[in-house]
């Protein structure tokens, strides 16, 4: 399981944008649900699912969101995949 910002999102464009002015962001990495598909798939990982949340700035929520399926609408999204075994 992956937790990341994604850099398609509003939220991931103003981090990336902070690279230049911020120590903390200067070196993060940030992603496309695509990208991290295919980092994941790579190595063999499989069946992955996808949940966002942050589908408003942060400084503008008022209560928890809960998750949802998908990507492209929440700026922080989680994938789970499975990698199986050779022997399984």
Do not use: H, N, W
């Not at 990336?16 to 990495?29: C, I, L, P, T, V």
């Amino acid at each position: 399981m992956v937790g990341f910002i994604d850099e398609e999102s509003p939220l991931g464009r103003r981090y990336e944008m902070k690279g230049d002015q911020s120590g903390f962001y200067a070196d993060a990495r940030f992603l496309a649900p695509a990208e991290m598909a295919a980092l994941l798939e790579e190595p063999g990982f499989r069946d992955l699912a996808f949940v966002q949340a942050l589908s408003c700035e942060p400084e503008e929520m008022k209560a928890v969101e809960t998750p949802v399926p998908g990507y492209g609408r929440g700026s922080f999204v989680v994938v789970r995949g499975v990698k199986k075994s050779d022997g399984v």
